[in-house]
């Protein structure tokens, strides 16, 4: 009777629990894999996994399964590992919820990951890889890399593939763009790949210079269009007298006008004339 009550309460809860959120900055260094849980999990364990060399079977770590803590040393599956390639991956649990796994990257170089330098010019970014690798060498025309790459904060689902050095162009220039670079060993990515590195595209000089006028030019009417519309709304009479011509009178056009000067009229003898009579032509 004590068991069912009990397996009523305890049962949903279990079900109706979120599966904790997945391990963050997994990496790893001199084969020691460590990872940062969520600070708001808890009660969390985490189970680390190794896919070998060509491998699609991912198995547990040894000394690394349901553990409590946010490392693990990974050195016992060096030997088992071709070539030293080997992924890795961790996933969180929790009341029988995994998480999703997510896999490692390696932080200072690894024998089966690659070591590139980023150069970054207007509109591209070149990944520098050298083709003398241990890799490379010893698969020959079976292994290239594939480069990933996108915008900072974005996921890296693009990528370009080559024996050595790899140009991305049609880059936005003044945006931040991010890489990770694997093996790639036919159509299959192998080892660990490089912890994503970021560097910023610089703008070329013609676009600078456009930059630099418009933001002059956003900086003046900035500051203008206050004074202007302070202008208008407070000081509107005083700026429609500045903006009056300044002239004078002249002292005699002050002075009242006469009246139009008239002649004086005076009166002159006359005969009346009673009849008037025709005179003939004389010849």
Avoid at 10 to 37: G, K, M, T
Wanted: with cysteine.
């Amino acid at each position: 009777m004590l068991l069912g009550v009990l397996c009523i309460l305890v049962v949903p809860q279990v079900f109706s629990e979120a599966p904790p959120a997945p391990p963050q900055d997994i990496q790893v260094d001199n084969w020691l894999l460590r990872w940062s849980p969520d600070p708001d999990d808890g009660d969390v364990t985490y189970t680390a996994q190794y896919s070998s060399f060509d491998s699609f079977v991912w198995t547990d770590v040894p000394y690394c399964v349901h553990t409590s803590l946010n490392s693990c040393n990974v050195s016992s599956i060096k030997a088992r590992s071709e070539y030293g390639c080997v992924k890795l991956r961790v996933q969180a649990e929790r009341h029988g919820q995994n998480s999703s796994s997510v896999q490692a990257c390696s932080k200072h170089g690894h024998l089966c990951t690659p070591d590139f330098i980023l150069t970054a010019s207007p509109g591209s970014l070149t990944v520098h890889l050298s083709r003398n690798t241990t890799f490379l060498r010893e698969n020959a025309d079976h292994a290239k890399y594939r480069v990933y790459y996108g915008k900072k904060g974005e996921a890296l689902q693009d990528y370009k593939d080559g024996p050595a050095s790899v140009t991305i162009d049609e880059l936005q220039e003044g945006q931040r763009y991010c890489t990770r670079v694997q093996y790639l060993y036919f159509k299959q990515t192998e080892g660990l790949p490089t912890c994503t590195q970021c560097e910023l595209i610089p703008e070329s000089d013609s676009r600078r210079t456009v930059t630099i006028v418009s933001v002059v030019l956003v900086g003046v009417l900035l500051l203008v269009f206050p004074v202007i519309a302070y202008f208008f709304l407070f000081q509107r009479g005083r700026f429609k007298r500045w903006l009056q011509p300044r002239y004078t009178f002249r002292e005699h056009l002050l002075e009242p006008i006469p009246e139009p000067f008239l002649p004086i009229r005076t009166e002159e003898p006359y005969d009346v004339i009673t009849s008037m009579s025709p005179v003939e032509l004389r010849e």
